[in-house]
């Protein structure tokens, strides 16, 4: 009996050929999708350049072309511009002061009476010497005539004994009286001369009275809001009195500043110089008034190395009022014909300050500056700048020297090229906020 050949074991069995095949094509198809992804983030996004990351504003090597989202290179990047100025600049001193009356006076009664009349506005300017307020003067009225008619009695008794004195006298060298007598009639005399002289006093003081029933304002300044009504039976005892005035022009303005500008404000008082102050609106900085510098503090205070100064505005338009806190702008020195350029221009980078200066090619160059001060947003450098030449202001986020620049009119509408500026500016703004902001390049 012959045996059929058996079947192979599984476990030896080939694979078809056709499995293998496919493996090459998979693993290419997945490599060409890798590799056209990266293609397609490298396009999107720009090249990666770790040189090229940090702070807009610091100063690093010449950048690397890329591309046109970059603002260099191929691309143009949309930027605003100043000028380099010759101009003088003022040195100044920057604080926070209080506004304080020169003078405030609590106007009070000095007779006690019902408040009959009040003849002021409150809020209004008043002059020294103004009628405020009348209180009921019948009483002091009444004072007076009493005092006059004592006076009056008492002069008539006085003549009476004068007279008497006279004939005493006669009879006296006719040997008609005695000495006794004589000298008793004189002293009477001088007695009622004393009477008349008290008399006088009551008449004065009455008067004094009655003159104090008509209210007046001690000093010219500013009423405030009244504090009694009409009718009321008003006293000397008052606390609050009748109202307030603050003798607000001029106004007084008291500040500090550091101890280290004193040799220069003392050095001006001393050669009688004028040091002019200037208040601004805490809030919006709009300028208020302009003083000048009366007087300083007689020692400077330890704990926080200031010395107080006193300031003086004439402030006829009532700008300033008591205990209103303003900024200060103390002007210390002039700056004569300084070069100046706009604060904004200037950039701080690893080797030091510097601004972008346009070329006539519209390319940019950065060129080295050392900051001095600033006055309405114009700083003083020194630096190789030209009068006339232009400096990047606004777009140096993503310059590098040889940058290709458009400059543009910041708000300015109405033609094609204006709108495609502001197309542009809107453009590379969204790419700034989507993109990672590159390092400023240093000037070589």
């Keep these: 009996m012959k045996h059929l050949p058996s079947a192979?074991?599984?476990?030896?069995m080939k694979r078809p050929a056709a499995g293998r095949a496919l493996r090459p094509v998979v693993i290419a198809l997945a490599i060409?999708?890798?590799?056209?992804?990266g293609a397609w983030r490298y396009y999107a996004n720009g090249p990666s350049d770790t040189h090229n990351a940090g702070n807009t504003n610091t100063m690093g090597g010449p950048g690397v072309p890329g591309g046109k989202r970059n603002g260099f290179g191929g691309g143009v990047q949309a930027v605003s511009?100043?000028?380099?100025q010759r101009q003088d600049v003022r040195v100044t001193a920057s604080?926070?002061?209080t506004i304080n009356a020169a003078n405030i006076a609590m106007v009070r009664t000095q007779v006690s009476?019902?408040?009959?009349?009040?003849?002021f506005r409150e809020g209004q300017q008043v002059k020294a010497g103004q009628w405020l307020a009348q209180i009921d003067p019948r009483a002091f009225q009444a004072q007076v005539s009493q005092a006059q008619g004592a006076l009056a009695r008492d002069q008539a008794q006085l003549d009476n004994a004068r007279a008497d004195l006279v004939r005493y006298q006669d009879l006296f060298g006719k040997d008609g009286i005695s000495k006794q007598q004589l000298d008793t009639q004189r002293a009477l005399v001088h007695q009622l001369e004393g009477t008349?002289?008290?008399?006088?006093?009551?008449?004065?003081?009455a008067q004094l009275q009655l003159t104090y029933a008509r209210v007046v304002a001690p000093i010219s300044g500013r009423a405030g809001l009244k504090q009694a009504d009409l009718g009321n039976i008003v006293q000397t005892s008052d606390t609050n009195g009748i109202v307030s005035?603050?003798?607000?022009?001029?106004?007084?303005?008291?500040f500090s500043v550091p101890a280290g500008v004193l040799p220069q404000i003392t050095a001006k008082l001393g050669n009688h110089e004028t040091l002019r102050v200037v208040a601004l609106d805490k809030s919006s900085g709009k300028p208020l008034a302009q003083g000048r510098v009366s007087s300083i503090d007689n020692a400077i205070d330890s704990s926080t190395d200031t010395i107080k100064i006193k300031a003086l505005f004439p402030n006829k338009d009532d700008a300033l009022f008591p205990n209103q806190t303003v900024s200060v702008v103390l002007q210390l020195d002039t700056q004569k014909d300084a070069l100046t350029v706009p604060q904004a221009a200037v950039l701080r980078g690893a080797q030091g300050f510097y601004v972008y200066v346009v070329n006539a090619d519209n390319t940019v160059s950065?060129?080295?500056?050392q900051p001095g001060t600033v006055d309405k947003g114009q700083m003083a450098v020194t630096g190789a700048l030209e009068i006339g030449q232009k400096v990047v202001i606004d777009g140096v986020d993503r310059l590098r020297s040889g940058a290709k620049v458009e400059i543009i009119v910041p708000g300015a509408q109405g033609n094609g090229k204006n709108k495609g500026d502001g197309r542009r500016a809107k453009a590379t703004a969204e790419e700034a906020a989507n993109t990672a902001s590159a390092p400023a390049s240093a000037p070589k």
């Excluded at 511009?81 to 380099?84: C, L, T």
């Excluded at 005035?245 to 008291?254: E, S, V």
């Excluded at 950065?366 to 500056?369: E, G, H, L, R, S």
């Design 366 to 369: 950065p060129v080295t500056v």
């Design 81 to 84: 511009v100043g000028s380099v």
């Design 245 to 254: 005035i603050a003798q607000t022009q001029p106004a007084a303005l008291t």
């Design 113 to 119: 009476g019902v408040l009959q009349s009040l003849n």
């Design 8 to 12: 192979p074991p599984v476990h030896k």
């Design 32 to 37: 060409a999708a890798a590799l056209g992804a």
């Design 196 to 205: 008349v002289q008290a008399d006088h006093g009551a008449v004065d003081a």
């Design 95 to 97: 604080a926070i002061g």
